[in-house]
C-alpha cells in the first residue's frame, strides 16, 4: 500500500491519532501561498523532481504540529517523516517522547515494479489501483484505493514517479 494509506490505517488502529501527511502539507502551503509555501516551490523550481525537501524547510511543517499534538495529549502519526537522521534528531531534540518510527522498506526491484505501476486519481490525487482483468471486462481500468466520495476514473502517473525521479528517489 502506499505510505500515507498505511498511515491512515495506523491512524485508525490507534483510534483518534491525527495523521500528518507531509506531502498534503507541502501541497496545502504551496497552494496558499504561504511564505513557506513559496520557499518550497523555490526549492522544487531549482531541483529535480524526486529530490528530499530540506530539513530547514520541513521542520516547520513538522513542529507546530507536534506542538499541538503534545499540548492536546494526543497521539500523531506522521508520513513522509523523519526521511533522514537529522530529521530524527530534531523530533528527539523537539521533546517528543519516545517516538517510534516504523520505517517501510522493500526489495529495489519490488519497488521498482509498485512505482511504476501506481496511479493517482486526477480528479482527486488520492492512490488507485488496477482493477482485475475479468472476462468481458476492459483491461486497464483503476479504483480508488480507499472509499472516497470522488466518483472520478481518471488514473495518471504522478510526476514524481517518472524514471529519473523514481532513480533519484530509490537511490536516496
Not at 516551490?41 to 507536534?66: C, I, M, N, T, Y
Not at 492536546?72 to 508520513?79: F, H
Amino acid at each position: 500500500t502506499e505510505v500515507a494509506t498505511f498511515a491512515r490505517l495506523i491512524s485508525a488502529r490507534l483510534r483518534a491519532a491525527e495523521v500528518i501527511s507531509i506531502p498534503a502539507v507541502v501541497a496545502a502551503e504551496v497552494s496558499h501561498r504561504t511564505h513557506l509555501g513559496t520557499q518550497l516551490s523555490s526549492h522544487a523550481a531549482k531541483e529535480e523532481a524526486g529530490s528530499w525537501l530540506p530539513s530547514a524547510l520541513v521542520a516547520p511543517l513538522v513542529q507546530a504540529r507536534l506542538q499541538r499534538a503534545q499540548q492536546a495529549g494526543g497521539v500523531m502519526v506522521l508520513s513522509g517523516f523523519p526521511r533522514t537522521s537529522d530529521q530524527l534528531q530534531m523530533l528527539q531534540q523537539a521533546g517528543v517522547p519516545s517516538p517510534h518510527v516504523l520505517h517501510l522498506a522493500r526489495a529495489r526491484d519490488d519497488a521498482e515494479r509498485h512505482i511504476a505501476d501506481r496511479r493517482i486519481c486526477a480528479a482527486c490525487g488520492e492512490p488507485m489501483y488496477p482493477l482485475p482483468a475479468v472476462d468481458g471486462a476492459p483491461a486497464g481500468l483503476h479504483s480508488h484505493f480507499v472509499e472516497t466520495d470522488c466518483d472520478a476514473d481518471t488514473p495518471l502517473r504522478a510526476a514524481i514517479d517518472d524514471a529519473g525521479a523514481l532513480q533519484r528517489r530509490l537511490d536516496a
